[in-house]
């Protein structure tokens, strides 16, 4: 079998974005399939070390430490009791366990012992000595009398004791960090409580030290310990308890010290709450998952405050932590509860709840004046203030709308989260206030990506609207358009077209056909129709937009921009590629040059153009494109927004194309991250990242987890879309080349077929994805000896993608290559020289 067989670019389609104009995620084919996968490098059970192990140390004396009896033993370590003759004090030993007294593990004994040298704190246990014996080294620790913080969580915590808890655990991550110390493995059990409440951190024996690693003398050592922790994570396993980790380090990459915060911010949850932040009744395999994905339990019942500081600390991406001091800096203010706060967020809560309590209190006192009176006019008076003062409140709370607020937005969910629980309980009386405000604080949490949230105040607005408005309403146009953005987030495209069209005819039937209400609804019709690949019914939607918006507002104005980026996806996503690159470079130009330049929607321009030069193979140009739409969807959005998740999909895959795959790898996982916290795990835009990820994965030969990834692409797709679906072609393609690359050439040969079959019927038999089909196909009967079969399926595949890409494209130079094979094999040698002639440029990159 050949290691030059490639299936490239398919299109793909994501959720609609903030501005519900198109945006679709980047989805490509494998590159080279490969052989069977080497083995990876294995490692001798022991280190040569070939020391003697005594079975135990009770009874001996060392130096002047008389070791009385054994204390507990654990995976690594074990623990005795000893007696200082000399200074007549208790002391704790710590040794390796007999299988784990290898020079790299006494590296990292020794290693702990310096650390804990540098980190005389009277909230870290202390280190008296360091002794080396015949059959292993021993740290002399101080002895702690009282229990772990486990067992503490376990017997129950009081309150005035939590935070001082909470306090001198950050306090101790100040000191450590300050030092360059990183802890790698903070957890309860590592954590003890002295009788008097008093916190000691333990077990520094896979910190990591800047310090330490800086001095030359000291080198070899770290050198040796890192290179057997690497050793580890290839392995499989990674240095730190599963459950208290950070989804960085259970990926085994670099910990930092946000790595540590992290660990701290479920210490606290679990602290604060009772409850562990991941649940500990699972297995490490099903617990994996949750923590990669940082998908932990709601935090409830504490003070608002401290749950935002712990979320926080729990943010996916470590720069969006806090610092250990700022930790310990808020706590300190939390405990203090100044009755003058400093901060912009609380004074914005604070304003909200004053300006609520008015609100309620104003109705309240004209209902009362309006039934005494039996007033009409004075029912209509007391109407209209209320709404007024709604409108207030809907401009305060649209503070907290990313699109305005550039990426400060987060800062304003208090906000939202009290005012939402307000409205809900004491407008009661006021459905149709209640509605308006729902609706308004509805899309605020869907750009936010906070969508579960979003859903249910959408679904009641547009409720209550129905229920109590006649049907032609613009309030139940208004509704329904704000659901219908929300279904297409969430891929429920025949429910977003059927919000739409309720939408379009009631403006329709109140402003006429031609009207910029009509028209702006078309544009997001356009944008449902094209999720559906209805291309031809999206195009005439929003060339009828187009046409009504270059009229009324001119050929620069945003919401001309958004509609020609519409146009361009649409015609993206057929191949139109020269028709598409002019339309999506102008919607670009367009938000450049706005008087009020908007990030969000600058970005998703930037986002399509991008993709379209991607698929034109001007890599560079693509590159520059996402990574400035990265730059403008954080500023809009902040970090850990699906927004931006999509936009890490586009880079990485990208990447993956250039053959940056450890970019690719960390920016699909960032992704998906991101994706599984906000969404939920059954939203296609997760099955992208899943799908581009399996593909890093069976490049680098990691076809176990490559494999994991296409099934769970697949059954997301298959959910979603359908069984019938260019998606789910897409992923039994590449599920395909997985086969064909391990020598299951039966199954590779069955699922590629299967996805020939389904993109023949779905995408028609002219369309590049069959080319790309039909060229796969090719290379695995080539390689199986089939030369006849793989020259007819040769022949179609150059029939359908000849017509489409440049001969100079990435893709079709590795096709040809791939093809010169096929022609040597079968002695046709002049034409394999002519096939690589004319793919003089080496290929995919």
Known sequence: MSDEATKPGAGSESSEPADASTEFL?????????????????????????????????????????????????GVGELYLGYDEKLRRKVVLKALRGDRRSRSWRARLLREARILSQLQDPKICHIYGYVEGEATDYLVLELIEGRTLTQALAEGI?????????????????KAHGRGVIHRDLKPGNVM??????????????????????????????????????????????????????????????????????????????????EHPFGLDSSTEELLPAVLAANTRPLVGVDPDLATLVRRMLAVAPEARPTAADVAERLSWIRAKPRRRLRRIVVLAVTAALALAGVFHLLRLREERNRALESERRAVEARQEAEEVVTFLEEMFEVSDPLRAHGESITAREVLDRGADRIGQELAGQPLVQARLMATMGLVYRGLGLYDRADELLRHALELRRSLLPPGSSEIADSAHRLALLDYDLSRYDEAEALHR?????????????????????????????????????????????????????TDDPMTGATVRVLGGIYRRQERYDQALPFLERATAIERHRAQPNPATL???????????????????????????????????????????KGEVALATLYRRLGRRPEAEAGLLRAIEIFERSIGPGDQNLAFAANNLASVYLEEERDDLAESYYLKAQAIFEKVNGPEHPNVAMVLANRGQLAWSVGRFDDADRLLRQALALDEKLVGP??????????????????????????????????ILDKVLAPDHPDMVTARQEYAVYLRAVGRDDEAERAEAAAPAGGDP
Do not use: C
């Not at 009081?158 to 100040?174: C, H, K, S, T, Y």
């Not at 379009?504 to 056909?513: D, F, K, S, V, Y």
């Not at 379209?612 to 400035?628: P, S, T």
């Open 26 to 74: 980047p989805t490509e084919y494998l590159g080279p399939p490969r052989l069977a996968a080497d083995p990876l490098p294995t490692r001798p059970a022991g280190d040569g070390d070939l020391r003697p192990r005594n079975p135990s140390p009770v009874g001996s004396t060392l130096g002047s430490i008389r070791v009385l009896e054994r204390l507990a033993m654990g």
């Open 158 to 174: 009081e309150p005035g004791l939590q935070m001082r808890i909470a306090q001198d655990l950050a306090e101790v991550l100040v």
């Open 193 to 274: 409580l002295t009788h008097d409440g008093s916190v000691k951190v333990l077990d520094f024996g896979i910190a990591s030290s800047e310090e330490l690693g800086m001095r030359g003398g000291e080198r070899r050592d770290t050198d040796e310990l890192d290179t057997s922790d690497r050793m580890r994570t290839l392995a499989g396993a990674v240095l730190g308890t599963m459950a208290y980790m950070s989804p960085e380090q259970a990926r085994g990459e670099k910990v930092t010290a946000a790595s540590d915060v992290y660990s701290l911010g479920l210490m606290f949850q679990e602290l604060f709450t009772g």
């Open 502 to 554: 309720e939408a379009l005819a009631i403006h329709q039937a109140i402003e006429g056909p031609d009207s910029r209400a009509v028209a702006e609804e078309e544009r997001y019709l356009a944008a449902v129709l094209l999720g559906q690949a209805r291309y031809d019914e999206a195009e005439v939607a929003a060339q009828r937009a187009l046409a009504v918006f270059e009229r009324e507002l001119g």
């Open 603 to 645: 970005a998703l321009a930037l986002y399509n153009l991008g993709i379209a030069y991607a698929q034109l193979g001007r890599y560079d140009e693509a590159e520059a494109a996402y990574k400035e739409m990265l730059e403008n969807r954080r500023r809009a959005f902040g970090p850990d927004h699906p927004e931006v998740a």
């Open 766 to 799: 002219e369309h590049t994805d069959v080319g790309w089909d039909l060229h796969v196909l090719a290379n695995l009967e080539r390689d199986r000896g089939r030369y006849a079969e793989a020259g007819e399926l040769y022949e179609r595949s150059f029939g």
